[in-house]
């Protein structure tokens, strides 16, 4: 990987400093899709995350694939990302 690459990558990386999830053991981020208790828990967790947006925007740059990020299913991100990568090509 570049190493201006791997500086975008770090500095994207910064926002986790403020996650609300670092401190809550007690809830599963990474949740089977069908576990709709898990799911809402880390919702609840996401909804009151001063850095939402960014946890949310990471996932959608990095197309993360799995667990719960910015308060979205793994489904839920890959419908905003289509959106998102839309729009990012419409834009350049
Ligand atoms: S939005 Fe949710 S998953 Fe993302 S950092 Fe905040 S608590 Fe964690």
Do not use: H
Request: aromatic share 8%; net charge negative; charged share 25%.
């Amino acid at each position: 990987m570049p190493m201006n690459a791997m500086y975008e990558l770090e500095a994207l990386d910064t926002w986790r400093e403020g996650s609300v999830c670092a401190d809550r053991t007690d809830v599963d981020f990474f949740p089977s899709p069908d576990d709709i208790g898990a799911i809402a828990s880390a919702r609840a967790v996401c909804g009151s995350c001063p850095v939402r947006d960014d946890c949310l925007a990471f996932a959608l740059e990095t197309n993360q694939s799995d667990g719960i990020w910015g308060g979205y299913t793994p489904a839920e991100r890959s419908k905003l990302r289509r959106v998102w990568l839309r729009d990012l090509k419409a834009a350049s």
